[in-house]
């Protein structure tokens, strides 16, 4: 499985973006997707994950009121939404994917094993 992940960019606090990922392969349905984000010098964070069929969703506790992670199995794609971007969610953010249960959502980066190779998101103050 290939993962590429778009979406990012400059802009200033109180903005949003919508990030995306594609999947290669015809597999994308059955997969359990995640977001994580990372700054430098600090560990790989998760954000959020949704479930095969986009019904179930998880978010870090920080962010689930800003961010909305969605999907869609016919376009092999991913999306991250993020409201009200704020200078501390500046980072590279990364998809990936976790082909074993389709359903469990974890938020531990280990057990996703594809990933995208990130996309980065600056926001100003």
């Known amino acids: 499985v290939q993962l590429q992940a778009s979406g990012g960019g400059l802009v200033q606090a109180g903005g949003s973006l919508r990030l995306s990922c594609v999947a290669s392969?015809?597999?994308?349905?059955?997969?359990?997707m995640g977001w994580f984000r990372q700054v430098p010098g600090k560990e790989r964070e998760f954000v959020a994950a949704?479930?095969?069929?986009?019904?179930?969703?998880y978010y870090q506790d920080s962010v689930k009121d800003r961010f909305t992670v969605s999907r869609d199995n016919a376009k092999n794609t991913v999306y991250l939404q993020i409201d009200s971007l704020q200078p501390e969610d500046t980072a590279v953010y990364y998809c990936?994917?976790?082909?074993?249960?389709?359903?469990?959502?974890?938020?531990?980066?280990?057990?996703?094993?594809?990933w995208g190779q990130g996309t980065l998101v600056t926001v100003s103050s």
């Open positions: 392969g015809r597999a994308f349905s059955s997969y359990v």
């Open positions: 990936a994917a976790d082909s074993t249960t389709g359903t469990r959502m974890y938020r531990a980066p280990r057990l996703y094993e594809h």
């Open positions: 949704i479930n095969w069929s986009g019904d179930n969703t």
